[in-house]
């Protein structure tokens, strides 16, 4: 079975930062793109950054220059380092892996900046 666990949500207050996980198991996630997404109460899920198999990466406009997405050397493994928090970046961070029409999803850690 395929799981994607996220780790190291939690509560950090304005220009803290915070540094997200995600394990993937029962695939080699190396031929994966791997991403970020998050999504606020009331708001849809977006796109915070994401990093090819090839390793380029892509970032959402509002996380440019603070938030830096990155892969672990076994490639089942993102990170997502989090400068500069601000209280708008308070939201459930949900790591997913695609590959042709392949998708995958974790069960979200959650991310609370206070102000």
């Known amino acids: 079975q395929v799981h994607l666990v996220e780790s190291g949500g939690g509560l950090v207050h304005t220009g803290g930062s915070l540094r997200l996980s995600c394990t993937g198991s029962?695939?080699?996630?190396?031929?994966?793109?791997m991403a970020w997404y998050r999504q606020a109460p009331g708001k849809q899920r977006e796109l915070v950054a994401e990093v090819t198999s090839g390793s380029s990466t892509n970032y959402g406009d509002s996380v440019k220059g603070r938030f830096t997405i990155s892969r672990g050397n076994n490639k089942n493994t993102v990170y997502l380092q989090m400068n500069s928090l601000k209280p708008e970046d308070t939201a459930v961070y949900y790591c997913?892996?695609?590959?042709?029409?392949?998708?995958?999803w974790g069960r979200g850690t959650q991310v609370t900046v206070s102000s």
């Open positions: 997913n892996a695609y590959r042709d029409y392949t998708e995958y």
């Open positions: 029962g695939s080699d996630f190396s031929i994966y793109a």
